[in-house]
Protein backbone atom coordinates (compact mmCIF):
# COMPACT_ATOMS: atom_id res chain seq x y z
CA UNK A 1 0.00 0.00 0.00
CA UNK A 2 1.20 3.60 -1.00
CA UNK A 3 1.92 6.05 1.37
CA UNK A 4 0.73 9.68 0.10
CA UNK A 5 1.65 12.83 1.77
CA UNK A 6 -1.29 14.97 2.32
CA UNK A 7 0.04 18.11 2.03
CA UNK A 8 1.04 16.79 -1.59
CA UNK A 9 -0.64 17.03 -5.10
CA UNK A 10 -1.74 13.67 -6.08
CA UNK A 11 -1.25 13.11 -9.06
CA UNK A 12 -2.03 9.15 -11.08
CA UNK A 13 -4.06 6.21 -10.63
CA UNK A 14 -4.73 7.95 -6.87
CA UNK A 15 -6.75 10.92 -8.07
CA UNK A 16 -9.98 10.97 -8.26
CA UNK A 17 -11.03 8.30 -5.37
CA UNK A 18 -12.64 7.47 -2.55
CA UNK A 19 -11.36 8.59 0.72
CA UNK A 20 -11.87 7.60 3.96
CA UNK A 21 -11.16 10.56 6.68
CA UNK A 22 -10.52 9.58 10.51
CA UNK A 23 -8.13 8.76 12.93
CA UNK A 24 -9.10 5.08 13.08
CA UNK A 25 -6.82 4.31 15.80
CA UNK A 26 -7.54 0.28 16.81
CA UNK A 27 -9.74 0.16 13.96
CA UNK A 28 -12.18 -1.80 15.38
CA UNK A 29 -15.60 -2.65 14.34
CA UNK A 30 -16.46 0.90 13.59
CA UNK A 31 -14.20 2.23 11.55
CA UNK A 32 -13.78 -1.39 9.79
CA UNK A 33 -18.10 -0.02 8.87
CA UNK A 34 -16.42 3.47 7.54
CA UNK A 35 -13.55 2.26 5.68
CA UNK A 36 -15.43 -0.35 4.30
CA UNK A 37 -17.75 1.75 3.13
CA UNK A 38 -15.42 4.14 1.13
CA UNK A 39 -13.90 0.81 -0.44
CA UNK A 40 -17.33 -0.32 -1.33
CA UNK A 41 -17.84 2.95 -3.40
CA UNK A 42 -14.36 2.92 -4.98
CA UNK A 43 -14.52 -0.51 -6.29
CA UNK A 44 -18.12 0.28 -7.40
CA UNK A 45 -17.07 3.64 -9.07
CA UNK A 46 -13.62 1.57 -10.76
CA UNK A 47 -11.43 4.53 -8.89
CA UNK A 48 -8.81 3.77 -5.93
CA UNK A 49 -9.23 3.24 -2.07
CA UNK A 50 -8.19 6.02 0.28
CA UNK A 51 -7.81 6.38 3.51
CA UNK A 52 -6.94 9.75 4.99
CA UNK A 53 -5.39 9.51 8.79
CA UNK A 54 -3.95 12.20 10.70
CA UNK A 55 0.21 12.26 12.54
CA UNK A 56 0.39 13.12 15.16
CA UNK A 57 -3.21 12.41 16.11
CA UNK A 58 -4.89 15.73 17.01
CA UNK A 59 -5.00 14.96 20.53
CA UNK A 60 -1.27 14.60 21.09
CA UNK A 61 -1.04 17.60 19.13
CA UNK A 62 -3.43 19.70 21.53
CA UNK A 63 -1.63 17.57 24.81
CA UNK A 64 0.97 16.47 24.28
CA UNK A 65 1.77 15.65 28.12
CA UNK A 66 -1.91 13.76 28.22
CA UNK A 67 -1.76 10.01 29.29
CA UNK A 68 -0.95 7.48 26.59
CA UNK A 69 -3.97 6.25 24.59
CA UNK A 70 -2.75 4.70 21.68
CA UNK A 71 -4.48 1.59 20.78
CA UNK A 72 -2.49 0.85 17.73
CA UNK A 73 1.21 2.78 16.07
CA UNK A 74 0.96 4.32 12.76
CA UNK A 75 2.64 0.68 11.62
CA UNK A 76 -0.15 -1.27 12.73
CA UNK A 77 -2.54 0.85 11.70
CA UNK A 78 -1.58 0.75 7.74
CA UNK A 79 -0.69 -2.97 8.12
CA UNK A 80 -4.27 -3.45 9.51
CA UNK A 81 -5.97 -1.40 6.50
CA UNK A 82 -3.86 -2.78 3.79
CA UNK A 83 -4.89 -6.07 4.68
CA UNK A 84 -8.62 -4.70 4.43
CA UNK A 85 -8.08 -4.00 0.98
CA UNK A 86 -7.15 0.10 0.68
CA UNK A 87 -4.75 0.96 -2.15
CA UNK A 88 -3.17 3.94 -0.61
CA UNK A 89 -2.63 6.09 2.99
CA UNK A 90 -2.72 10.04 2.72
CA UNK A 91 -0.94 11.01 6.13
CA UNK A 92 -1.98 14.42 7.25
CA UNK A 93 0.84 15.86 9.47
CA UNK A 94 -1.33 17.58 12.01
CA UNK A 95 0.68 20.93 12.78
CA UNK A 96 -0.38 24.55 13.31
CA UNK A 97 -1.25 25.09 9.88
CA UNK A 98 -4.02 22.14 9.66
CA UNK A 99 -5.18 23.23 13.34
CA UNK A 100 -6.34 26.68 12.26
CA UNK A 101 -6.92 25.76 8.76
CA UNK A 102 -10.86 26.66 8.13
CA UNK A 103 -13.58 23.79 7.41
CA UNK A 104 -13.86 24.98 4.36
CA UNK A 105 -9.91 25.33 3.29
CA UNK A 106 -9.47 21.64 4.30
CA UNK A 107 -12.26 20.96 1.72
CA UNK A 108 -10.99 23.23 -0.87
CA UNK A 109 -7.37 23.33 -0.28
CA UNK A 110 -6.20 19.69 1.05
CA UNK A 111 -9.54 17.25 -0.31
CA UNK A 112 -10.50 18.90 -3.59
CA UNK A 113 -7.42 20.91 -5.23
CA UNK A 114 -4.26 18.91 -3.57
CA UNK A 115 -5.80 15.05 -3.40
CA UNK A 116 -8.64 15.46 -6.15
CA UNK A 117 -11.27 13.24 -3.88
CA UNK A 118 -13.96 12.00 -5.80
CA UNK A 119 -15.87 11.08 -2.53
CA UNK A 120 -15.32 10.95 1.02
CA UNK A 121 -16.58 8.83 3.86
CA UNK A 122 -16.62 9.16 7.32
CA UNK A 123 -18.13 8.44 10.46
CA UNK A 124 -21.10 9.95 12.41
CA UNK A 125 -19.07 12.22 14.40
CA UNK A 126 -15.78 13.67 12.26
CA UNK A 127 -15.25 17.04 13.16
CA UNK A 128 -12.26 19.00 11.06
CA UNK A 129 -11.07 22.35 10.68
CA UNK A 130 -10.17 25.42 13.07
CA UNK A 131 -11.71 24.51 16.50
CA UNK A 132 -13.99 21.17 15.24
CA UNK A 133 -16.03 24.09 13.61
CA UNK A 134 -16.80 21.70 10.89
CA UNK A 135 -19.23 18.80 10.84
CA UNK A 136 -20.86 16.19 8.87
CA UNK A 137 -23.31 18.88 7.51
CA UNK A 138 -21.14 21.34 6.55
CA UNK A 139 -18.70 18.26 5.14
CA UNK A 140 -21.82 17.97 2.97
CA UNK A 141 -22.40 21.17 2.14
CA UNK A 142 -18.84 21.92 1.33
CA UNK A 143 -17.92 18.94 -0.81
CA UNK A 144 -21.11 19.19 -2.88
CA UNK A 145 -20.26 23.10 -3.77
CA UNK A 146 -17.04 20.96 -5.08
CA UNK A 147 -18.70 18.06 -6.40
CA UNK A 148 -17.09 15.76 -4.00
CA UNK A 149 -20.12 13.04 -3.13
CA UNK A 150 -20.00 12.96 0.90
CA UNK A 151 -21.32 10.33 2.91
CA UNK A 152 -21.67 9.63 7.29
CA UNK A 153 -21.65 6.07 8.22
CA UNK A 154 -24.07 5.77 11.12
CA UNK A 155 -22.46 4.39 14.38
CA UNK A 156 -22.39 1.00 14.75
CA UNK A 157 -23.73 -0.33 18.04
CA UNK A 158 -24.00 -3.89 20.18
CA UNK A 159 -25.67 -4.42 23.37
CA UNK A 160 -23.26 -2.54 25.33
CA UNK A 161 -23.49 0.57 23.26
CA UNK A 162 -21.89 2.56 20.49
CA UNK A 163 -18.48 0.44 19.49
CA UNK A 164 -15.48 3.45 19.97
CA UNK A 165 -11.91 3.25 20.83
CA UNK A 166 -12.64 4.85 24.11
CA UNK A 167 -14.87 1.89 25.12
CA UNK A 168 -12.24 0.08 24.26
CA UNK A 169 -9.80 1.48 26.38
CA UNK A 170 -12.02 1.39 29.04
CA UNK A 171 -12.33 -2.64 28.73
CA UNK A 172 -8.60 -2.86 28.83
CA UNK A 173 -8.10 -0.49 31.71
CA UNK A 174 -10.51 -2.68 33.72
CA UNK A 175 -8.96 -6.14 32.08
CA UNK A 176 -11.79 -7.06 30.41
CA UNK A 177 -10.04 -8.53 27.32
CA UNK A 178 -12.73 -10.54 26.00
CA UNK A 179 -14.64 -7.29 25.26
CA UNK A 180 -11.41 -5.33 23.86
CA UNK A 181 -10.58 -8.42 21.61
CA UNK A 182 -14.64 -8.78 20.37
CA UNK A 183 -14.87 -4.82 19.83
CA UNK A 184 -11.13 -4.92 17.75
CA UNK A 185 -11.66 -8.02 15.99
CA UNK A 186 -8.42 -9.13 17.32
CA UNK A 187 -6.35 -9.10 20.40
CA UNK A 188 -4.70 -5.90 21.35
CA UNK A 189 -1.14 -6.13 20.37
CA UNK A 190 1.45 -3.78 22.11
CA UNK A 191 4.65 -4.13 19.13
CA UNK A 192 7.74 -2.65 20.75
CA UNK A 193 11.77 -3.07 20.32
CA UNK A 194 12.86 -5.82 23.18
CA UNK A 195 15.86 -3.88 25.32
CA UNK A 196 18.16 -4.80 28.47
CA UNK A 197 16.34 -5.26 31.74
CA UNK A 198 17.91 -6.45 35.21
CA UNK A 199 17.74 -9.83 33.98
CA UNK A 200 16.64 -11.62 36.91
CA UNK A 201 13.89 -13.14 35.25
CA UNK A 202 16.43 -15.62 34.02
CA UNK A 203 17.94 -15.72 37.62
CA UNK A 204 14.72 -17.32 38.44
CA UNK A 205 14.02 -19.74 35.68
CA UNK A 206 11.96 -17.40 33.89
CA UNK A 207 13.65 -14.70 31.31
CA UNK A 208 11.90 -12.38 29.77
CA UNK A 209 11.68 -9.77 27.26
CA UNK A 210 11.48 -6.78 28.45
CA UNK A 211 9.22 -4.07 26.49
CA UNK A 212 8.58 -0.49 26.29
CA UNK A 213 4.96 0.69 27.02
CA UNK A 214 5.34 3.84 24.63
CA UNK A 215 2.52 5.63 23.78
CA UNK A 216 0.17 3.05 23.75
CA UNK A 217 -3.16 2.90 26.19
CA UNK A 218 -2.81 1.38 29.40
CA UNK A 219 -3.91 -1.93 29.96
CA UNK A 220 -5.03 -2.82 33.25
CA UNK A 221 -1.38 -3.63 35.67
CA UNK A 222 -1.25 -7.40 35.97
CA UNK A 223 -0.24 -11.10 34.22
CA UNK A 224 -1.56 -11.82 31.35
CA UNK A 225 -1.64 -15.30 28.89
CA UNK A 226 -0.31 -14.04 25.59
CA UNK A 227 1.00 -15.04 22.38
CA UNK A 228 3.96 -13.28 20.88
CA UNK A 229 5.27 -12.06 17.30
CA UNK A 230 9.29 -12.29 16.59
CA UNK A 231 10.88 -10.53 13.79
CA UNK A 232 10.95 -13.23 11.16
CA UNK A 233 7.42 -13.97 11.78
CA UNK A 234 7.17 -17.09 14.50
CA UNK A 235 4.73 -17.58 17.02
CA UNK A 236 5.19 -18.63 20.57
CA UNK A 237 3.13 -18.23 23.65
CA UNK A 238 3.73 -17.36 26.70
CA UNK A 239 2.43 -15.23 30.27
CA UNK A 240 3.38 -11.33 30.43
CA UNK A 241 3.24 -8.94 33.35
CA UNK A 242 2.31 -5.48 32.52
CA UNK A 243 3.24 -2.72 35.57
CA UNK A 244 5.75 -0.95 37.76
CA UNK A 245 7.10 -4.31 39.00
CA UNK A 246 6.37 -3.53 42.94
CA UNK A 247 9.19 -5.70 44.64
CA UNK A 248 11.56 -3.51 42.85
CA UNK A 249 13.15 -0.06 43.52
CA UNK A 250 12.60 1.75 41.54
CA UNK A 251 9.67 1.38 40.67
CA UNK A 252 9.72 1.07 36.35
CA UNK A 253 6.71 1.13 33.76
CA UNK A 254 7.30 -2.25 31.87
CA UNK A 255 5.94 -5.21 29.81
CA UNK A 256 7.89 -8.37 30.26
CA UNK A 257 7.22 -11.32 28.30
CA UNK A 258 8.42 -15.02 29.47
CA UNK A 259 8.23 -17.08 26.14
CA UNK A 260 7.52 -20.83 26.45
CA UNK A 261 9.65 -23.20 24.82
CA UNK A 262 11.92 -20.03 23.52
CA UNK A 263 15.43 -19.94 23.34
CA UNK A 264 17.78 -16.96 21.96
CA UNK A 265 18.56 -13.20 22.08
CA UNK A 266 15.88 -10.96 21.13
CA UNK A 267 17.63 -8.03 22.20
CA UNK A 268 17.23 -5.48 20.06
CA UNK A 269 14.70 -6.82 17.73
CA UNK A 270 11.17 -5.47 17.67
CA UNK A 271 8.51 -8.43 19.05
CA UNK A 272 4.25 -7.90 18.77
CA UNK A 273 2.56 -8.89 22.06
CA UNK A 274 -1.03 -10.05 21.91
CA UNK A 275 -3.07 -9.89 25.00
CA UNK A 276 -5.53 -12.82 25.24
CA UNK A 277 -6.20 -13.22 28.46
CA UNK A 278 -6.23 -11.53 31.83
CA UNK A 279 -4.89 -13.85 34.35
CA UNK A 280 -4.43 -11.37 37.97
CA UNK A 281 -3.74 -8.05 39.14
CA UNK A 282 -0.20 -7.19 39.73
CA UNK A 283 0.96 -7.97 43.23
CA UNK A 284 3.86 -7.68 45.66
CA UNK A 285 5.19 -11.19 47.25
CA UNK A 286 7.13 -12.05 50.36
CA UNK A 287 10.75 -12.61 48.46
CA UNK A 288 11.37 -14.34 45.39
CA UNK A 289 11.01 -17.86 46.23
CA UNK A 290 6.91 -16.55 46.65
CA UNK A 291 7.04 -15.19 43.21
CA UNK A 292 9.09 -18.17 41.80
CA UNK A 293 5.71 -19.92 42.58
CA UNK A 294 3.44 -17.68 41.35
CA UNK A 295 4.97 -17.08 38.26
CA UNK A 296 5.22 -21.21 37.80
CA UNK A 297 0.83 -21.08 38.27
CA UNK A 298 0.89 -17.90 35.88
CA UNK A 299 2.12 -19.67 33.15
CA UNK A 300 0.44 -23.51 34.21
CA UNK A 301 -2.71 -21.34 34.24
CA UNK A 302 -1.48 -19.24 30.72
CA UNK A 303 -0.45 -22.63 29.24
CA UNK A 304 -4.17 -23.84 29.59
CA UNK A 305 -6.41 -21.24 28.51
CA UNK A 306 -3.69 -20.56 25.21
CA UNK A 307 -4.54 -24.09 24.62
CA UNK A 308 -7.88 -23.99 24.66
Known amino acids: MERLNGSANIVGKHRGGVIALGNFDGFHQGHQAVVGRALELARRQGVSALIGTFDPHPAQYFNPSGPPFELTNMDQRLALLEAFGIDA ?22 LASGLGVGGVVTGHDFTFGHDRR ?20 PALADGGGVISSSRIRAALKAGDIATATRLLTRPFTI ?45 FDGAANIGIRPMFNPPKELLEVHLFDFSGDLYGQKIAVELHHYLRPEAEFDGLEALTEHIKTDCARAKELLAG
Not at 90 to 100: C, N, P, R, S
Not at 137 to 152: H, N, P, T, Y
Not at 194 to 223: C, E, M, Q
Request: aromatic fraction near 10%; charged fraction near 25%; hydrophobic fraction near 45%.
Open 89 to 110: AVIFHFDEGLAEASPAAFVTDW
Open 134 to 153: GDIALLDRLCADMGIEAEAV
Open 191 to 235: EGEVGHGDKLGRTIGFPTANVSLGDYARPAYGVYAVRCRLADGRM
